[in-house]
């Protein structure tokens, strides 16, 4: 099947700095990508959804400025999160269309800020 | 927005048992269903899914039925194995755009 990777797999960061996020189909062009976020024992929980060559689209409650997302390319799309703090740690996942229904999954980042 | 349930929330079973899972969902245009399997710390894998031309789909031990008409599919795995412990997904899609929507996820856990 379709291969999806993220970089880095995990990452620790101090308050207040900046993280980016990477995901990429690897073998697939993707004009969708997604952005999840999930917290321990929760579900998966979208954030926005990355299309290529135009902005992002949020989901409610998800702070645009804090998560910066651009899709620069139909294999590449990068979560930023600025001024992190340690509410923001979390596991994040991406994922990408291929075809108008499967999507596949990216390994996730573990974020953690301290 | 769309709804969607996801019972029970947590299901232990003994190995060789059967398990079933059930995803309802309130979007009467959502018109492909998958199921989700994801173990601790791995991202969500895709197991099964379905299309709404269809009322039942088998893989091996695992199975998904859908009833359009009471708005809900289930999922089915048969002769458990300790290796089908993990948490479940469902993730009917909203037709007015192109994501998924997770179910709040069942841990399934088979006891040997």
């Known amino acids: 099947g379709a291969v999806v990777s993220q970089h880095p797999s995990w990452v620790i960061c101090k308050s207040g700095t900046s993280v980016k996020i990477e995901c990429r189909s690897l073998?697939?062009?993707?004009?969708?990508m997604f952005w999840y976020r999930q917290f321990p024992k929760q579900s998966l929980m979208l954030m926005a959804t990355?299309?290529?060559?135009?902005?992002?689209?949020?989901e409610q409650g998800v702070e645009k400025d804090k998560f910066l997302i651009n899709h620069a390319s139909l294999t590449l799309s990068t979560l930023t999160v600025t001024s992190a703090h340690p509410e923001d740690s979390s596991f994040y996942i991406c994922?990408?269309?291929?075809?108008?229904?499967?999507?596949?999954f990216g390994p996730g980042t573990r974020l953690t800020v301290t | 927005g769309e709804n969607v349930e996801q019972h029970p929330s947590t299901l232990s079973v003994q190995e060789g048992d059967s398990a079933v899972i059930k995803c309802t969902y309130s979007?009467?245009?959502?018109?492909?269903f998958p199921w989700y399997k994801q173990e601790l710390g791995k991202r969500p894998q895709l197991i099964i899914d379905?299309?709404?031309?269809?009322g039942e789909k088998k893989d091996q031990r695992i199975a998904v039925t859908l009833n359009k008409t009471a708005k809900h599919f289930s999922l089915h795995i048969t002769e458990t194995q300790p290796e089908d412990s993990a948490v479940y997904f469902c993730?009917?899609?909203?037709?007015?755009?192109?994501?998924?929507?997770f179910g709040s996820g069942t841990q399934l856990t088979v006891l040997p």
């Open positions: 994922s990408a269309k291929e075809g108008p229904y499967e999507q596949y």
């Open positions: 073998d697939f062009q993707a004009t969708t």
């Open positions: 990355s299309n290529e060559g135009s902005k992002a689209t949020y």
């Open positions: 979007d009467s245009a959502s018109n492909y």
């Open positions: 379905i299309r709404s031309n269809v």
């Open positions: 993730a009917p899609p909203i037709c007015s755009a192109r994501q998924l929507t």
